[in-house]
């Protein structure tokens, strides 16, 4: 059975969406960790109430790749195939990059390269555009720059406001990430240059 480590920072509803996706058989993988850098993050509790290894490293005031450092320590006795950043809203660091080459996810609520960064939604709706939609990518040391796994579209409506375009892109989020590991983990694709391609 393959094994992953989830990285968040907050509410986890893509932690929860993968983890329900195992408890019902629809994804063949177990949760070894789920590491949060902030203590008040809610899917701390939800990794709880799941029954799921949990743990917190807080990263206010350490050095990105002082963390990165930690959370390698950490994970190395766990043996995960795969690590999945679910808003983690911090970069992962060289350390991670290195320990897990190729082996880290990230989802992202819009079609990359539209719109990195913070504030996703409000870009778009500043931006006009007429779709939006969110993208899985491997982690590389840019800002959501690694080649795209998967990606989901949905309309931008007259009357979006951020958090209306945030919850239509959330449930597509939570249906392509759990397909996205599910691909990554079975070994079934091939990297050529920035393109992820079946087989
Ligand atoms: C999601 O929109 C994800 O795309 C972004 O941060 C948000 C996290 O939501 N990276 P949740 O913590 O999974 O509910």
């Known amino acids: 059975m393959k094994r992953i480590a989830i990285l968040v920072s907050g509410r986890g509803s893509n932690f929860e969406a993968i983890a329900r996706c195992i408890r019902e058989g629809r994804l063949e993988a177990q949760i070894a960790m789920l590491l949060s850098n902030r203590a008040d993050a809610a899917a701390l509790k939800t990794a709880a109430s799941f029954g799921l290894p949990h743990h917190c490293l807080p990263s206010q005031g350490v050095a990105t790749d002082d963390w990165a450092r930690q959370a390698v320590e950490l994970l190395a006795p766990l043996n995960v195939d795969l690590i999945c950043l679910a808003g983690f809203m911090r970069r992962v660091g060289q350390p991670l990059l290195d320990a897990y080459p190729g082996r ?50 949905v309309p931008v409506l007259d009357n979006d406001t951020a958090r209306t375009l945030a919850a239509r892109i959330l449930v597509e989020e939570h249906r392509i990430y759990p397909q996205a590991i599910a691909l990554v983990l079975s070994g079934k694709y091939r990297v050529e240059g920035r393109r992820v391609l079946a087989g």
């Open 104 to 153: 880290i996810l990230n989802i992202h609520p819009s079609l990359l390269p539209a719109f990195p960064g913070l504030e996703v939604q409000q870009q778009a709706l500043d931006y006009g555009v007429k779709f939006s939609g969110c993208t899985v990518h491997f982690v590389d040391s840019g800002l959501d720059t690694g080649p795209i796994v998967a990606q989901a579209m």
